[in-house]
Nanobody
């Protein structure tokens, strides 16, 4: 099973982007999904949790750094999870990864509790 991210781009500070995490061959809603990011110069082990949504009812959680600016959502008909990012800042620049089966959603950002990762999509915030 795998997920594929899309939607990354170069955007000016204050701008918006919507990232997508799409699945095929299985039902995304059965799993908790997380969005993580890896900033330039950081190692894989330093990926930062951004947001996650639980399976089923879809409770949502956010890192303090993005709360009020980012919104995670799930479209079951399209089998896709979205991350709407508004008021983007240069420090949001990173490769954004979709994390499938994020079992710690709501209880921390432990990357050891992730089933698999997508390949990532680059978000660059710069004027």
């Amino acid at each position: 099973v795998q997920v594929v991210e899309s939607g990354g781009a170069l955007v000016q500070p204050g701008g918006s982007l919507r990232l997508s995490c799409a699945a095929s061959g299985f039902t995304l809603g059965y799993y908790a999904i997380g969005w993580f990011r890896q900033a330039p110069g950081k190692e894989r082990e330093e990926r930062e949790g951004v947001s996650c949504i639980t399976s089923g009812i879809g409770d949502t959680y956010y890192a303090t750094s993005v709360k009020g600016r980012f919104t995670i959502s799930r479209d079951n008909a399209k089998n896709t999870v979205y991350l709407q990012m508004n008021s983007l800042k240069p420090e949001d620049t990173a490769v954004y990864y979709c994390a499938l089966d994020f079992r710690s959603c709501g209880r921390g950002w432990d990357t050891r509790s992730i089933g698999s990762w997508g390949l990532g999509t680059q978000v660059t915030v710069s004027s």
